[in-house]
């Protein structure tokens, strides 16, 4: 013949298992919702600095046609220094087709 425990003890073990399980979801539950404040919380921050930071001017509009020489214009005769230090006139860099001047913005300016 079985013996059984008496119904207390189930009743103990029933409660000690569903008091533990309950334990641990709340925990798992109150760590989603602690991360979900916290993400809703830095979504707020970002979205106000971003609305408080100033918007960058427009750049002004440069009318290339006045500024410089225009493409296929003749440049009056120049002597310059090159990077060696040697001066280097227009005509010592004409070439039988002529010579092409590029200019570029230095990083030093």
Do not use: C
């Amino acid at each position: 013949m079985r013996t059984y425990a008496p119904w207390s003890v189930y009743r103990d073990r029933t409660r000690l298992v569903a008091h533990t399980l309950l334990w641990r979801y709340s925990v798992i539950v109150a760590r989603m919702i602690a991360r979900l404040i916290g993400a809703a919380v830095l979504s707020v921050a970002v979205s106000a600095a971003a609305s408080q930071a100033p918007a960058p001017a427009p750049a002004p509009s440069l009318n290339l046609e006045a500024v410089g020489p225009q493409v296929g214009a003749r440049v009056p005769s120049f002597t310059l220094p090159d990077q060696s230090g040697q001066p280097r006139s227009l005509e010592s860099l004409l070439g039988p087709k002529g010579a092409m001047l590029v200019f570029f913005r230095s990083a030093d300016w």
